[in-house]
Every structure is written in C-alpha cells, then in structure tokens.
C-alpha cells in the first residue's frame, strides 16, 4: 500500500504561496522598467535635442562634442545639466566668463527634457538623492569648515578667487544644488567623489549649508554675517577708537589738575 503523498504536496502549495507573494512586487519591477517607461525616456530625450539644437548647440556642438565657446557635455552627467540649468548659469549670454547665478532660462519641464538629454551623451554624475532630515549638523559643520569654508567663507556669502573668480554665495542654494556641487565640480571648485564626502554626508552637508541662511547668531549682532572680516573692522574701528578716546579723556584730567595744583594760591 502507497503512502500518501502529504509532504510533496505541502511542499507545492508552499511553492505557490511564496509566488503569489512575489509576483506583486516583480510585477511592478518590470512595469517600471518595461517598455513604457523605456519608451517615455526616449520620448524625453528626443525632446531635450530638440531644445539643445535651438538653445545649447551653437557652444557645445552638435551632439554636445565642445566647441572653442563651450565644453564638451558628453559624460558630465545628469547633475551637471541639472545644476547648471537650474541655477540659470547656462545658457551663457556672454562665453568665456564665469557663470553668474540667475533666474533659470527653462522651465522645470523643459530642464528636466534637457537633463535627459545630457544624460544619454554619456555616463556621469547622476543627481544625488539629498534629504537634510537625514543629516546631522555637526559633521556638516566639521564638513564645511574642511572642504568649503575656505572660498566660500565661514558663513556661506562667498569670495575672490585667483585669475578674478569668485566663489559664489551659499545663501540661494537649495539642498539638491548644494550636494551636486561636490559631485560635478563647477568652475574652480574641485570634484569631491563619494571616496571624500559620502552620499550621507552630503545629506549633513546640505542640512549645515542651509542653516547658514539664517543661523542662530549666538554672539550677538550679526555684522552681515561675512565673517572675520567685519568682526575685524569693529574691533579696530570701535573697540581701538573706544580706547584712543578713554586715553584721551585720562589725560587730559590728569593734565589740568597738574595744572591746577602747580598755579599758586592767593
């Protein structure tokens, strides 16, 4: 007489129960991966040359190969574009001189055509998923003053660079902008790869910088908020000055009542 066949058959209802389970999951994988979402990237890149061949490629050439007006694109990556385009640095009214912030030229449908665009010319930097909440404000402060604080002075506002560059002022940025900076190195600024600030770390970076907008002025007065230099200038200019007077007064009180006690009484 045969046993039943209890085990292979617990065995194949376990095995369906654990695809049932994965099959939601898997599904929505390959839905977003499929060919709609393939097919809707290719849509937004298509879109983005359309807007690089009548805004970008007169500097950067067709394909974004570089011309002597403007770099190369290919392999920048999508934080550059993104960077660059929203902070209105590009397009360039004038080639050749250091890109002032300003009001994006693009609308965010349009920047994000142009990112897909740029993007698919090569492999690079891709925008950083960046959340401030995540950070913590004491490694961004140790961050900053190591890596930042030097051209972008202790409080964020900027300063003069060599060959008459500046490092622009922190205080406009946004949390995205500050942790793409790092990654794409715009300008002077040299390119802090994950091996130098960790994609945590820009989470605290950006949770520092942004505070720096309005910090809690625990000293006192503000001074503008530009550093030592202003801390400098009042010392010298109220502190010194203070003195010079108080000596004066001193003096002078000291003067006439030696004066006073070397006239001969009646």
């Known amino acids: ?95 050749g001189q250091q890109p002032p912030r300003k009001e994006p030229a693009y609308g965010d449908e349009d920047i994000t055509y142009l990112v897909a665009y740029v993007a698919s010319l090569g492999p690079g930097p891709e925008i950083p998923d960046v959340d401030p909440e995540r950070g913590d404000m004491a490694m961004g402060g140790e961050l900053y003053r190591e890596n930042c604080a030097a051209c972008h002075q202790a409080a964020g506002s900027g300063g003069a660079l060599s060959y008459g560059r500046h490092a622009p002022s922190l205080h406009e940025a946004t949390a995205t902008e500050i942790a793409e900076a790092p990654r794409i190195g715009p300008g002077q600024m040299p390119v802090f790869g994950p091996e130098v600030i960790s994609d945590s770390d820009l989470d605290s970076l950006a949770l520092y910088v942004l505070q720096l907008d309005d910090p809690a002025d625990p000293g006192g007065l503000s001074l503008g908020r530009i550093g030592p230099v202003a801390e400098g200038f009042v010392a010298i200019l109220i502190g010194l000055g203070t003195l010079i007077v108080v000596a004066r007064w001193v003096t002078r009180t000291r003067r006439q009542r030696l004066t006073e006690a070397s006239e001969p009484r009646p």
């Open 1 to 95: 007489m045969r046993r039943p066949m209890t085990r292979p058959m617990t065995r194949i209802a376990v095995e369906l129960a654990l695809v049932a389970v994965l099959a939601a999951p898997l599904g929505a994988l390959l839905a977003t991966i499929g060919p709609g979402s393939a097919r809707a990237q290719e849509d937004a890149v298509e879109a983005g040359e359309e807007l690089f061949l009548t805004g970008c490629v007169s500097c950067h050439g067709p394909g974004g190969v570089g011309t002597d007006q403007g770099p190369t694109l290919i392999g920048v990556g999508a934080a550059a574009a993104d960077f660059m385009l929203r902070t209105g640095r590009m397009p360039l009214a004038v080639p």
